[in-house]
Each structure stands twice: as C-alpha cells, then as structure tokens.
T-cell receptor, first 115, second 113 residues
C-alpha cells in the first residue's frame, strides 16, 4: 500500500496552461508538504499544511496555490505555467506539526515539464 | 542566511568499502538533522536523524556524526553495497518549527562492484 501517493507521475504541458498535481497520504499524518526539486537535485520547501491549515508558505509565486480539502490530501494548482516551473514536485507528510517532528515521508514525485 | 551544503558532489567507492558523506551547515540555531537517501526516480527516504544534544547516532550499517563546533555532519555507511547507490541529502530544521527542513545540495554515491 502506497503511503504517500501523488498523481500524475509525469506531466508535459505548454507554457501558459494551468495544471494540478494531487497528493494523498494514508498514514494518518496531520502535516503535509510540497517540495520542489530542480534539475540540480536541490530540494526546497514550498508549502506546508497542518490539519488543513497553511503553516508554511515560502517565497513562491502566487501562481502556485495549494489546497487541502482534508488532512489526508494536499493538492497543488499552478496557473499560467512558465518554463522555470519545470521540476519534480514532491509531496510529503509527517506525524506532527511541531518542531523536530522527525521523519518526512515523501511521495515518488511528479515530474512537470513545461514546453 | 541559512544554508546546508555538501563538500563532495559525487563519491565513488568499491563494494564492501566504507563510505563517508559530509555536510556543512551554517545555522547554529539548528537543532535537528536528518539524512535522506534518494534513489533514481523515487522520493527521498529517511535514513537516520540526530538531535543537537548528541554527537553520534548509529543505525543499521549507518552512523551519523555531528560536530556542532564546526557545524559539520557526516554519514558513514559501513560495507557499502550496490543498493546504497543513490543521492544522499542532509537536512536541518530551520527556525520557525513545523519541520521546515532545509536540504543540502546532495551527494551522489556510486558503488562499484
């Protein structure tokens, strides 16, 4: 059983389009995250939700809008896609939302290619 | 600013040898550190963690060492196996809580038979 699953795994689209990536975790965790990994493998946090509440919002263009309908789901919608949005987007979850919460469980990633 | 970096971007070792992957961090306020392993086409996987009140922690074939004086972290893998080939990341908690991990750039470990 997949703990953190995200769809689609691959997404190829044109500049200017709007796209969404969905994420679901079946671990019963309260906190979920979106990370972006660029072509040099650098991982950077974008957003974090704790029990459906936004708690981390890094310097991300407002074309990116996360939505958490419940604590098991965190979706990422991207408007007006740009070439620089091409990356692998990872969803993750963790057990608690406080400091030093321990292990993050990552999904397998969604590779977005903007042409 | 806060940053976490690695000394070696690529490390090649022979199967059976021990591997050491190094990491430098700059935020002296960080008090929790994690090593992740990322295999090709997969998400990062937790390997081992260490809190700042410790200087060494051992797992199965892996040991993490923390030197707070020089802000240095290392991951030692004993008897490296081909299945250990991956990109390894160190990460630290930034101030502000909620597990806002700052990841280093990653080191690729290549294990040769």
């Amino acid at each position: 059983d997949t703990a953190v699953s995200q769809t689609p795994k691959y997404l190829v689209t044109q500049m200017g389009n709007d796209k969404s990536i969905k994420c679901e975790q079946n671990l019963g965790h309260d906190t979920m995250y979106w990370y972006k990994q660029d072509s040099k493998k650098f991982l950077k946090i974008m957003f974090s939700y704790n029990n459906k509440e936004l708690i981390i919002n890094e310097t991300v263009p407002n074309r990116f809008s996360p939505k958490s309908p419940d604590k098991a789901h965190l979706n990422l919608h991207i408007n007006s896609l740009e070439l620089g949005d091409s990356a692998v987007y990872f969803c993750a979850s963790s057990q608690r939302g406080g400091t030093n919460t321990g292990e993050l469980f990552f999904g397998e990633g969604s590779r977005l290619t903007v042409l | 600013g806060e940053s976490v970096g690695l000394h070696l971007p690529t490390l090649s070792v022979q199967e059976g040898d021990n591997s050491i992957i190094n990491c430098a961090y700059s935020n002296s306020a960080s008090d929790y550190f994690i090593w992740y392993k990322q295999e090709s086409g997969k998400g990062p996987q937790f390997i081992i963690d260490i809190r700042s009140n410790m200087d060494k922690r051992q797992g199965q074939r892996v040991t993490v060492l923390l030197n707070k004086t020089v802000k240095h972290l290392s991951l030692q893998i004993a008897a490296t196996q081909p299945g250990d080939s991956a990109v390894y990341f160190c990460a630290e908690t930034a101030s502000g809580g909620y597990n806002k991990l700052i990841f280093g750039a990653g080191t690729r470990l290549a294990v040769h038979p």
